[in-house]
């Protein structure tokens, strides 16, 4: 069984910054996607940014562009999120999803596996 577990979210002041961690156990797959997630009260779910261990550079958003890092400790097992910068905009519930990454397919990401979700609160 696949698990992700967010932690780092928080609430923090405009121009602060956070890195949330995703900690991925139980993929015994091959290439993995990667991504994370946000969505604000009463606005539709956004992907921040994708990537997957297949290679390629990740795919952040425009909002994020700039602000955000993503990275991974392979031997942790764990996915990075460093936001900086922090808007209120960027006020809302983070997700890391994961799934196989599937060479085959267009877009070969589909994302199986969810963790609970992290707050992040920004403050003016």
């Known amino acids: 069984q696949v698990n992700l577990v967010e932690s780092g979210g928080g609430s923090v002041q405009a121009g602060g910054s956070l890195r949330l961690s995703c900690s991925v156990s139980?993929?015994?797959?091959?290439?993995?996607?990667i991504a994370w997630f946000r969505q604000a009260p009463g606005k539709q779910r956004e992907a921040v940014v994708s990537v997957s261990t297949a290679g390629g550079s990740p795919t952040y958003a425009d909002s994020v562009k700039g602000r955000f890092t993503i990275s991974r400790d392979t031997s942790k097992g764990t996915h990075y999120l460093q936001m900086n910068r922090l808007n209120t905009e960027d006020t809302a519930m983070y997700y890391c999803a994961a799934g196989p990454y599937r060479y085959w397919a267009i877009p070969p990401c589909e994302y199986t596996y969810w963790g609970q979700g992290t707050q992040v609160s920004v403050s003016s």
């Open positions: 139980g993929y015994t797959g091959g290439s993995l996607c």
